[in-house]
């Protein structure tokens, strides 16, 4: 297939993607949104399986964020679009664009991935990897910069939460999608019957592997602003392993 500069793929939304309401969940949204930059990296010629048997490295997710406009609905069929900028000295930015079966967006995303070494889990220079792009799409999905999430009043433990089985991917670390899982399981029933999640920003800091306990920390001092901050520590050895920054809306 000729390399292409956007790249769309359609999404059937199943029982299993949804939440108690009928939503989607985010971490479905997530899934898809890793599956469709997958699918495009292939078509790149930077998929997966080039990268590690070629140059022995693997894509990281390193920051995202998120706006979402109306949450698709069990059954929905969605259409994601998705295409790449330039690369920066060590990052890969990609965005994404969540359609609803007559064209409207639902939710966009803009990402940042980079590559590590299998072995050393050390970030590999973009160049050394990077195969060219076709014409590239420079309009962003979202006019923002990623990174720059620090809490702004106390910081109190949500809960704690260890990494099993079920949580972990091909890299064998927490995968991406399931730390939306980690975040949302920190909210009570009644919280998510009163509010959605309209933008979350997520800043992924160190891996956690299997059998890690990472214990989530809320600042619930930007409420009245509909403003939370959350942070995941691992008790293996202090370290952060993301932040994140939520802003919710009232149903």
């Known amino acids: 297939m000729k390399p292409m500069s956007l790249y769309k793929n359609e999404y059937k939304v199943e029982i299993n993607h949804v939440d108690f309401k009928g939503d989607l ?79 409207n967006v639902l939710a966009k995303a803009v990402s940042t991935w980079v590559v590590i070494d299998i072995e050393s889990r050390k970030l590999v220079r973009p160049k050394s990897v990077f195969q060219g792009y076709p014409p590239v799409i420079e309009t962003r999905a979202i006019d923002c910069k990623l990174g720059n999430l620090k809490a702004n009043g106390k910081l109190e433990m949500a809960y704690k939460r260890t990494v099993r089985y079920s949580d972990i991917d091909v890299n064998r670390h927490l995968n991406n999608a399931k730390y939306l899982d980690f975040i949302m399981d920190s909210f009570s029933l009644e919280e998510h019957r009163e509010f959605n999640v309209k933008s979350i920003e997520i800043s992924y800091s160190n891996e956690a592997l299997l059998g890690d306990t990472i214990v989530i920390y809320e600042d619930k001092s930007e409420i009245n602003s509909n403003i939370l901050y959350m942070e995941g520590i691992n008790e293996r050895d202090g370290g952060l392993t993301f932040k994140s920054r939520i802003e919710i809306e009232q149903y």
Not at 48 to 70: A, F, N, Q, S, T
């Open 25 to 103: 969940k985010l971490s479905s949204l997530f899934t898809y949104c890793q599956d469709i930059a997958g699918l495009h990296a292939e078509n790149l010629g930077m998929g997966r399986k080039v990268l590690y048997e070629e140059h022995g490295v693997i894509w990281v997710l390193v920051r995202i964020r998120v706006d979402i406009i109306k949450y698709p609905k069990y059954r929905d069929t969605i259409t994601i679009e998705t295409w790449p900028q330039e690369p920066s000295r060590m990052g890969f930015d990609r965005d994404f664009l969540i359609k609803d079966s007559e064209g």
